[in-house]
């Protein structure tokens, strides 16, 4: 832990090793921002609500106890500063100021039902308005002030109750003032999510303070084109990231929910967005209620995927084939995601991964196969890594990705953060059979450097107990052919190594079993799962880590590791992972621990 020498006894850590010093945090607005907040202050005054607004979102008691006790969490950066004031603390950088001014932390401290809890939302949100509430200030984005409108209206309550008349007066002000700011700005915003949460936040902010329902037509047109913009026919957005889907879906469908309930219709485009959206977000859940973690999205909040598609109403089911590109596989307690499209392309993969082709396993309420996730909130280096292929369960040849960094953009540029050479995905196929579900993939991501393509084939069983993989690398035309007798030669007899992982859970104990030639799986819920594999391949058990928002550092975990070489045009490797024949088909599982930030 490192003392700040200014922090007056804040002390700050980053969540991974070998940062700087944390520094005061720059702009977060241009110019032409500060001359819209500094604009905005003098219009009509706002005396309160249309009517009084019920809370949307409660987040986690953890969490809340957390901020409580001064402990700000945000952005890959826990500072700890008891006693002290948010606005007191140096940012460490502009994600962590942005995190702090979005005011999405009101959800937290709103789970813990005390009365300290109350009075410290209030101590801080009253002080962000003495020192912001004009329109000075980091903070001003139309997206954190979006963000920032939703949850002061929602939690109005709270943020409300005992409070005089000034400072009553004053919290209105300052939601009128961002209210107008937004309503200049939004265009800046980049589009899709973040311009969707600016324009959320306009929605609600106009429809429910007095004085300000002017202002909600043109969002509302607005939002429906961004619609039809950024959601496409299937329901799904560009980035391919089950986490931000979710967000944009909540947002639609707080939109539409405060449209209705003013006796406005929303735009045809804004309702069939959600009804688009939900199916797919029903195929991205796992069994245990949560988010596949796939291109820099994690679970999830705890039961927050499960509010959203309750609130919204729309109980039409997963859609056959893949939904946003991600196939979906279930049976019994099982529930299986994979991978089963190309990367994003351009600006939308600069968070993506090379992940074609992986897949997680959930049984019941417990994690089982998992992807590593992303390193964003750990640091650049824990963010490269989490987006290359070894940290996804699914093969890779010797450490290469299947998509590589380093996209070119204008002039000739190479973006480092953008995928490049991405792979195709050159079949496809998902069909029911006698024992169960068949799914069959194949991507190119290697044909280029070695000349083969992976062809994945799963098939779960109807029970849910067992599913078969076989992970076949191949050199399918002529000119693969070439290409595989050139890395052969490079190898110089070694052979093209390749690597097909299972990265586990950090809740899952693994051991190797029967003489080295198994793994033997134990869930919390009690399950026993089993690997096997054909004897292709070498078995390893390895160590591995689980890259999870909210936590300040990666969690240690382990990895089942086949190793093998190419030396030929073909290799084909089976595998099978298995409940144990003494686990029983119905496990009583409802005690779930608390997630506590480490």
Same mark, same amino acid.
């Given at each position: ?36 907040? +500094? ?123 005992? $409070? ?81 889907? /979710?967000?944009?879906?909540? +947002? ?6 405060? /449209? ?107 994690? +089982? ?68 579900? /068949? ?111 909210? $936590? ?47």
């Amino acid at each position: 832990m490192v003392r700040d020498g200014n922090s007056n006894g804040i002390q700050t850590r980053h969540m991974s090793q070998g940062n700087a010093a944390p520094s005061e945090p720059r702009g977060l607005n241009g110019l032409g921002a500060r001359l819209a907040s +500094l604009l905005s202050p003098g219009a009509v005054q706002v005396p309160g609500f249309v009517g009084q607004p019920e809370p949307k979102t409660i987040g986690s008691h953890a969490r809340g106890r957390q901020l409580l006790a001064g402990n700000f969490q945000f952005a890959g950066h826990l500072v700890e500063a008891p006693d002290r004031l948010p606005w007191d603390i140096a940012a460490p950088d502009d994600a962590f100021a942005g995190a702090l001014h979005g005011f999405a932390w009101l959800d937290d401290i709103a789970a813990v039902p005390k009365p300290a809890a109350r009075e410290c939302a209030q101590s801080w949100t009253y002080e962000w308005i003495r020192r912001y509430g004009g329109g000075r200030g980091p903070g001003w984005a139309p997206n954190l002030a979006g963000r920032r409108l939703l949850r002061w209206i929602n939690h109005s309550a709270m943020l409300l109750q005992g $409070r005089d008349p000034k400072e009553r007066a004053a919290y209105f002000r300052s939601l009128a003032t961002q209210t107008r700011f937004v309503a200049r700005r939004w265009k800046r915003t980049q589009p899709g999510l973040p311009r969707i949460e600016a324009l959320t936040g306009l929605i609600c902010a106009g429809l429910a303070l007095t004085g300000m329902s002017r202002l909600v037509a043109p969002a509302r047109l607005a939002l429906a084109r961004e619609c039809q913009a950024r959601i496409d026919p299937g329901g799904g957005i560009a980035t391919r990231n089950p986490e931000d889907l /979710l967000e944009v879906f909540t +947002l639609l469908a707080w939109a539409a929910a405060a /449209l209705g309930e003013a006796g406005r219709s929303p735009d045809r485009a804004h309702l069939d967005a959600i009804l688009r959206i939900a199916p797919v977000l029903r195929a991205l859940r796992h069994a245990d209620g949560g988010l596949a973690r796939f291109h820099g999205g994690g679970r999830g909040l705890e039961g927050r995927l499960d509010q959203a598609l309750a609130a919204a109403g729309v109980r039409t089911p997963p859609p056959p084939g893949l939904s946003m590109g991600f196939a979906r596989l279930s049976a019994g307690r099982t529930s299986v995601i994979v991978d089963a499209a190309s990367p994003p392309k351009g600006a939308a993969s600069a968070n993506a991964h090379a992940s074609t082709l992986a897949f997680e396993l959930t049984s019941g309420r417990r994690p +089982l196969i998992v992807n590593c996730g992303s390193g964003a909130v750990f640091g650049g280096e824990w963010h490269r890594a989490g987006r290359a292929t070894p940290s996804h369960s699914t093969l890779c040849l010797a450490g290469l990705s299947s998509s590589r960094l380093g996209a070119e953009g204008l002039w000739g540029r190479r973006r480092r953060d953008q995928l490049a050479d991405i792979p195709r995905v050159i079949r496809y196929q998902q069909a029911p059979t006698e024992d169960g579900t /068949l799914f069959v993939a194949a991507h190119d991501g290697y044909a280029v450097t070695h000349g083969l393509t992976h062809v994945r084939q799963l098939d779960l069983g109807l029970d849910g107990r067992q599913i078969t993989g076989e992970d076949t690398l191949g050199a399918m035309t002529a000119g693969d052919r070439r290409r595989l007798d050139g890395a052969l030669r490079r190898a110089q007899g070694g052979g093209v190594r390749f690597d097909i992982r299972f990265h586990l859970h950090p809740d899952v104990d693994a051991t190797l079993d029967l003489g080295g030639t198994a793994v033997s799986m134990a869930l919390k819920s009690g399950e026993i799962w089993i690997f096997r594999h054909d004897g292709t391949a070498k078995l390893d058990l390895e160590p591995s880590v689980y890259l999870e928002k909210g $936590r300040l550092k990666p969690q240690v975990s382990r990895q089942i590791v086949l190793s093998g070489t190419v030396a030929d045009y073909a290799v084909q490797i089976g595998w099978t992972l298995a409940k144990a024949q003494d686990t029983p088909q119905a496990v009583r599982d409802v005690a779930r621990e608390e997630i506590f930030e480490d």
